[in-house]
Every structure is written in C-alpha cells, then in structure tokens.
C-alpha cells in the first residue's frame, strides 16, 4: 500500500497543506486563510477541516493518511506537541497542537518547527539532497534557522537549538525584536533592508526611493541594480553581515551545505555571489571549500514537504526527524 503523509505550514495569514508520497512527491495542494486571529481554538478546527478539504480533493479517505507533520512559528516543544509561544500569533501560549489534532483527526499527528521543517523539506528533497550536514536560513520579515547535523534534525536541549536569527554579529548594535541587540535578523532580514534604507533616507543621503511611502525590499535591490548609490550600499552592508553570521556558522559546524530561501530570494544571483564571495574571504579555507552555499529549489513548498516527511520520518522509525 502507498503510504500519504499530510504536511501543514502555519503562517500569521494562511495555511498551506500538501498530501505527500513517502518519497516526498507533491501529491495535492490545498490553502485557505488561517484567521488567526480568531485564536488557537479556531485555528486549530481550521488545520482540521483543511486536512478533510485536501483529501476530499485528492479523492481519498481520511483513514488513508498514515500521519500529519505540523510547521508552526515560535519554539515548540516536539516530546509533548505544544507550542510554547508564537509571537505573531494572537493567544498562542502553551497550545496543545499535537493532540488537539490528533483527537479531532483520529490520525497520528507530530509537531515541529516551521523552519526545522523548511530545512528537513530542502534536506529531504530539495536544495540539501546528497549532503548530511546543511544549514537552512529563511531570509524574510525575520530570519529563522534550521540545521542537519548527520542526517537528523538538531534541536537541541529544550528545542530552541537552531535560532540562527539570532546570533550576533554586531555586539551592541541595532536593535532586535527578540529584546536583543546586533543580531543576525537586525541586519540581514528584508525588513532590516528597508529600515536601514529609510534610516539613511531620513538622516539626509539621497536615494531615487526617498519619498516613497511603500518601499519593499525588492525595491531596494531594483534600485541598487540601477544605480542607486545609497541602495547600493544598503545590499552590500547585507550581504557582509549575512556572510559573516554564515562564517560563524561555518566555524562552529562545517557543513556541506547553506541554503538560503524566503523573500530575499528575489535578489538574485548577484547578492548570492556577494554573500559568498564575503564567505571565502572570512572563513576557514577548508571550511569554505567544503560548503556550498545556495538559493532554495522547494521555495514555499518546502514547509509542506519538509512537515510530511517528519512525519513519514517518525512513522517509519518511531522517533523524530
């Protein structure tokens, strides 16, 4: 019998689910609105009825489905299924996710990490395939982290091992919405780009996106492609800090593998060769040439993936990814 898997990526918006193969082929896809809104109860009854709405589209039964793999925001504790805290999430405090769901779902459910899952996807069969040691870094409104260490997921002593964002690589510096200052996500989140950016615009500098009330992040990478001198210098700054929170990263675990994904995906291969150009002149030499350092292939699938395939992961062995 082929064996499905459910995965499901939480976000502050949407949910987003896939029906997965044991080989981590994308059988079907299925999202709505998460209404968070509305609390972890009715999120909860949400994730439900999509998981009935996906298999209805696929045309099977719900007791088809061998388990559900759960991404959540917020550190999470996986030996007992809650999620201790998810900041953007209005009321998620100590919520009991996995057997909530598993009680509504008569299916075995486990819970994880949203970017634990996004690297265990890219791992699995995506951009860190043929490696056992890859570091994930989701490069968006912050910066998550996920980290394979010989083919296992790392989580560490109390599963809050692998907070990349939040390494420092500016003692002192720019503030953090962790309470923190001169973290990773401080200086190279696509927000941090466009809050530098109006920083540098407010303090007087000049820039063709002085004025503008809704400048993205792709906006400022446009404009430093263009020509623009202060935004040209914004992507530069980014790229040094990212590759020196890389180059600590190296040093402490030599991977094989760096896979960057998220919003800052979109600019493009020029960044990557800054980031990794910074990498080489910092890091080890053997360090830097064992790693490859590159943009995700799975994209936004990675999340659906990634939860699937921890749950096919605990099915199949018992234990967790």
Known sequence: MIKRYVGIDLGGTNLKLGLVSASGELLERFSCPAEASRGPDHVLGRMADAVRDLCRAAKISLSDVAAVGVGTPGPVDTKTGIVAVAPNLAGWRNVPVRDTLARNLGRPVILENDANVAAYGEFRCGAGRAVRDMILLTLGTGIGGGIILDGRLFRGATDTGAELGHIVVHYGGRPCGCGNRGCLEAYASATSVVARLRERIEAGEASALGGRPDISCKDVFDAAA???????????????????????????????????????????????????????????????????????????????????????????TGRPA
């Not at 890091?283 to 350092?293: D, G, M």
């Open 226 to 316: 263009g020509g623009d001198a202060l935004a040209a210098r914004i992507v530069e700054e980014t790229a040094e800090y990212l590759a020196a929170g890389i180059t600590s990263l190296l040093h402490v675990l030599n991977p094989e593998r760096v896979v960057l994904t998220g919003g800052m995906m979109g600019a493009g291969d020029a960044f990557l060769d800054r980031v990794r150009h910074r990498v080489r002149q910092t890091a080890f030499e053997r360090a830097s040439a064992a790693c490859e350092i590159r943009w995700s292939t799975l994209g936004g699938d990675a999340g659906i993936l990634g939860a699937a395939l921890a749950a096919e992961a605990f099915d199949r």
